[in-house]
Each structure stands twice: as structure tokens, then as C-alpha cells.
């Protein structure tokens, strides 16, 4: 993964971001404040960054 960290970064990056909005724009339309909105997306982005990179160092790491 060192060569390539850069590229893994903002595939992860870019997900999470998407995830995120759909995630705040769901609970808006389930009827949460905007700003419980943007904390749930937040969250969502925050939690998809975390596995997402956990993921990949897993799958990179060959003493595993």
C-alpha cells in the first residue's frame, strides 16, 4: 500500500462523503433538526473513514 496510499485516501474519502450526505439528508427527511441532520452525517462519514482505513491496513498488513 505505500505507493498507493494517496489514491486509497480519496476513493475512502469520496465514499464517505457520499455516505455521509445520505445519511443527513435521510434523517432530514425522517424528520430530525438540520442540525441533528448534519451530526448524523457526520457520524456516518466519521464511522466509514474509521472502517474503511481499518479495512484496507488489514488487507495491505502481509504479517496478518
Known amino acids: 500500500m505505500p505507493h498507493n496510499r494517496a489514491i486509497w ?6 465514499a464517505a462523503v457520499i455516505i455521509g450526505l445520505a445519511g443527513g439528508v435521510l434523517s432530514w427527511l425522517g424528520g430530525a433538526t ?4 448534519i451530526l448524523f452525517g457526520a457520524g456516518g462519514l466519521a464511522a466509514t ?4 482505513i ?4 488489514f488487507m495491505a498488513d502481509p504479517s496478518q
Open 54 to 57: 481499518t479495512i484496507v491496513n
Open 34 to 37: 438540520p442540525a441533528g441532520a
Open 9 to 14: 485516501l480519496a476513493i475512502i474519502l469520496l
Open 49 to 52: 473513514v474509521l472502517l474503511a
